[in-house]
């Protein structure tokens, strides 16, 4: 529908004010969680000592710093209008900021998964030893252990409260970081349990915790590499947290298939970051060709029924293309 009588709009560039007011939180958050890793880094590095456990968690701590910053770096780069060389926008930014993280988060979790496996088959045997602070000595252990124990509960709130945030805006960068500082207390709590080990004289129980922690590390990294490749190679639209097929395109699919000129129609979706671009393959009812209005209103319809349609073509066709829509007949039903 054209605005004003005027020319019909392609696409959009702004978010709407909801999810723009989210990703004002979002931001805020992700500031909040750089100063708070700033702090905690520097903390743990300070009684880092011997424990591959301790530096596995210091390591951790760092990549943390990965998601946040690509965030904030994809959401200035997405507030910039379409150009000739870029007419799709540039909300891609959002999947090429998932992939640097997760490759990173990928490559040092292996690293760490080999160096805390090595340790243990060659038996090193760590030491913690003491520290005098205030006038008094004693073991740097309980340091360790009271820096960890503190460092665990506020990355699952900023976890909490991005996750609900990462839903309103369909944002895959902030969804993995939250995840991440969900995931945040059983690195704290693997660490604390390796240094009580080296306390109790079972060398291996730190080597140990440090393996758990890589392990916690890779399979971040595994998840995260999969969600933004297949995002960057056009797979299907999924959910924000890359549980379910987006259902929108099948709410499309329906709307246009109730149409009286619309004999049948199937769409694909490609994800962009924040928002979709479409492409609906519309077989026309020859008895009823529609007008250009008609075609209009369909397509404005579409664009309305969710925030994340940035923008959507409808293209008439005599049968649904079945090279590119997979497991549809040239009928319209599922192929079987």
Not at 29 to 40: N, Q, R, S, Y
Not at 51 to 58: E, G, L, R, V
Not at 299 to 319: F, G, N, T
Request: hydrophobic fraction near 50%; aromatic fraction near 8%.
């Amino acid at each position: 529908m054209s605005p004003a009588g005027g020319p019909p709009r392609f696409g959009h560039t702004e978010l709407p004010g909801e999810q723009r007011a989210a990703l004002r939180r979002a931001v805020k958050f992700e500031w909040i969680t750089i100063g708070f890793l700033a702090v905690t880094t520097t903390l743990v590095f300070l009684v880092l000592g011997n424990s591959q456990a301790m530096k596995a968690a210091w390591i951790e701590d760092l990549l943390s710093f990965l998601p946040p910053i690509s965030f904030l770096v994809a959401t200035r780069i997405i507030r910039r209008r379409p150009t000739e060389n870029h007419p799709y926008g540039f909300h891609r930014a959002v999947g090429i900021a998932h992939l640097v993280a997760a490759v990173a988060l990928f490559v040092m979790g292996a690293y760490l998964l080999i160096e805390s496996g090595m340790a243990l088959v060659t038996a090193e045997h760590p030491t913690i030893g003491a520290v005098e602070l205030f006038g008094q000595s004693f073991w740097l252990g309980w340091l360790m252990i009271l820096v960890m124990l503190l460092t665990a509960g506020p990355p699952v709130y900023l976890g909490w409260v991005k996750m609900k945030l990462a839903k309103q805006l369909h944002d895959k960068v902030l969804y993995a970081d939250a995840d991440m500082n969900k995931a945040d207390w059983t690195t704290a709590l693997a660490a604390v349990v390796g240094v009580l080990g080296i306390g109790l004289g079972l060398w291996w129980a730190d080597s140990a915790a440090a393996l758990l922690i890589s392990l916690s590390i890779l399979r971040d990294g595994v998840k995260n590499l999969r969600a933004a490749v297949g995002g960057l190679v056009d797979t299907r639209a999924r959910t924000f947290d890359d549980s379910t097929p987006d259902p929108l395109g099948s709410r499309i699919d329906e709307y246009l298939q109730s149409l009286r000129w619309v004999k049948d129609a199937r769409s694909r979706i490609r994800d962009e970051g924040h928002v979709y671009h479409i492409e609906s393959f519309v077989v026309i009812d020859s008895r009823q060709m529609p007008k250009v209005q008609q075609l209009e209103d369909a397509r404005q319809a579409c664009i309305d029924m969710d925030w994340k349609v940035q923008d959507i073509v409808l293209i008439p066709v005599s049968e649904l293309p079945e090279e590119f829509l997979p497991g549809i007949s040239s009928t319209g039903g599922e192929r079987t």
